[in-house]
């Protein structure tokens, strides 16, 4: 997984100082082309690390499996 596009969990800052969390599914089509489906989680956090912690206690997350961009 070196490519950050392909990490399924991303961690972004948003305008308030919120830290959230978009879970991305990688599906390939039949021409090997990959589809990809982002979904914004409802929860907030205060730090990147509380958001590491949720993806690995709701979506068994591994290290490296993040990004920030």
Not at 3 to 24: C, E, M, Q, W, Y
Not at 44 to 49: D, E, L, S, W, Y
């Amino acid at each position: 997984m070196s490519d950050p596009s392909s990490r399924p969990f991303l961690i972004n800052k948003d305008a308030d100082g919120n830290f959230r969390l978009t879970v991305r599914t990688t599906r390939y089509n039949s021409q090997g082309y990959p589809l990809v489906t982002s979904s914004l989680q409802e929860e907030f956090f205060k730090t990147a690390n509380a958001a590491r912690a949720f993806a690995v206690a709701n979506f068994n997350a591994k290290p490296g499996e993040y990004t920030t961009k």
